[in-house]
Each structure stands twice: as structure tokens, then as C-alpha cells.
Antibody, heavy 118, light 112 residues
């Protein structure tokens, strides 16, 4: 059964780098049938796509975050990661990882709250 | 960027009555494979979003059949045939055809 689990520090200081990992079980991130996504939701606000990584390593980022975001994948560990630099309080959010296929239903992790505060 | 406009913003419904939410896209969401890349999610209070409908009209596993999705091109609708108390929350549409993936602003369903 597919599971996606986000992990990483729940508290990050302003101006530092937020780093999260999404560990995938019950499926392989090296499959060409899917791509892998990071999203977030600030408290009390709507949902925002951060970026995606595709089979072969191609990445696409939200233009609003592009200068600060890097998404990578580690096939040997079957996980993919998010790095968001120069964070501010506006980056406080629940961060979700997800899997998307061409015709299969999207699948999300449960999410992890990251607070940016000194 | 593709803009998704949901309406209404707020939807008070009496239990047992039907409900309908509209999602209009600034561009067609039809891909060359014949599928529309439009999903619907429900976020219940204090919970993560849960998938209701994907590819415009496909009900996700475990979703009650009172939920249905329809539409084509740029206009899509989520319908609940008979609203139950457990259906309260914020409903979002999302397009997955073009990057950046985008969401509608949400529709809050409440029970009268």
C-alpha cells in the first residue's frame, strides 16, 4: 500500500533553509509512470504548489518561489526532498508531498507543519 | 498561469438537500489523451485535504457515490446529491494540466 511520509524540522529560523524529505513506501520513485510534488498550505489560507520532479530528474518550480527552491530525488533511498532557502514567517505552513500519474489518482502524504520563528 | 475561479465562496446547505460547486478555468484543461486534469478536494476542519474526484469525473477510492464531478473544457462542477453533516469543510478544485499547478480559492460548505 502506497504511503508518503514527510519528515524534517518543525521549527526553522528566519533566513535559514527549510529542508524536508518525503519517504515513499509501497511504490518506487524511479517509476516513469509518476511525478512527485511538493505543496504547502499556510495556516488559515489556501493551497499552493511548490514544485515537481519528474522521471529523469527534470524539475519545475512555482515562479513565485523559484529563486529559493530546490527539489531533488534519491532513488537509492526512495525519497525526494525539498529545500527552501532564506525563509521568513510567510513560509510557515503545512508542507505536503504527493505523487501524481497521468491517469491514476493523485496521492498525498499527511503533511508536516513547519514554523519559521526565531 | 491558469486561474481557477470557484463559486460560491460560501455554501449553506440543509442536510439531505443537494449542493453544487462550480470551478471555471482560464484555459481548457483537456489534454490530448482525452482526460481533463481537474481534481476536487475536501478539507475538513483540522484535517489534510482529501481527494474526492480526479480527472474531472472519476470518484476516488472510498468516496461516497453522492459525490460526482462533471464538466469539460473550462467549466467543471462538483455535485453532492444529498448533503450530510460530515460533508462540512472547504472544497478546492485543482488543475494539473499546466505548471504551475493551481488551486481554486475554495468553497466553504456549512450546514444550515
Amino acid at each position: 500500500q502506497l504511503q508518503l511520509q514527510e519528515s524534517g524540522p518543525g521549527l526553522v529560523k528566519p533566513s535559514e533553509t527549510l529542508s524536508l524529505t518525503c519517504t515513499v513506501s509501497g511504490g518506487s520513485i524511479s517509476s516513469s509512470s509518476y511525478y512527485w510534488v511538493w505543496l504547502r498550505q499556510p495556516p488559515g489560507k489556501g493551497l499552493e504548489w511548490i514544485g515537481s520532479i519528474y522521471y529523469g530528474g527534470s524539475t519545475y518550480y512555482n515562479p513565485s518561489l523559484m529563486s529559493r527552491v530546490t527539489i531533488t530525488a534519491d532513488m537509492s533511498k526512495n525519497h525526494f526532498s525539498l529545500m527552501l532557502g532564506s525563509v521568513t514567517a510567510a513560509d510557515t505552513a503545512v508542507y505536503y508531498c504527493a505523487r501524481r500519474g497521468l491517469t491514476t489518482p493523485p496521492f498525498w502524504g499527511q503533511g508536516t507543519l513547519v514554523t519559521v520563528s526565531s | 498561469d491558469i486561474v481557477l475561479t470557484q463559486s460560491p465562496l460560501s455554501l449553506p446547505v440543509t442536510p439531505g438537500e443537494p449542493a453544487s460547486i462550480s470551478c471555471r478555468s482560464s484555459q481548457s484543461l483537456l489534454f490530448s489523451n482525452g482526460f481533463h486534469y481537474l481534481d476536487w478536494y475536501l478539507q475538513k476542519p483540522g484535517q489534510s485535504p482529501q481527494l474526492l474526484i480526479y480527472l474531472g469525473s472519476n470518484r476516488a477510492s472510498g468516496v461516497p457515490d453522492r459525490f460526482s464531478g462533471s464538466g469539460s473544457g473550462t467549466d467543471f462542477t462538483l455535485k453532492i446529491s444529498r448533503v450530510e453533516a460530515e460533508d462540512v469543510g472547504v472544497y478546492y478544485c485543482k488543475q494539473a494540466l499546466h505548471n504551475p499547478l493551481t488551486f481554486g480559492g475554495g468553497t466553504k460548505l456549512e450546514i444550515k
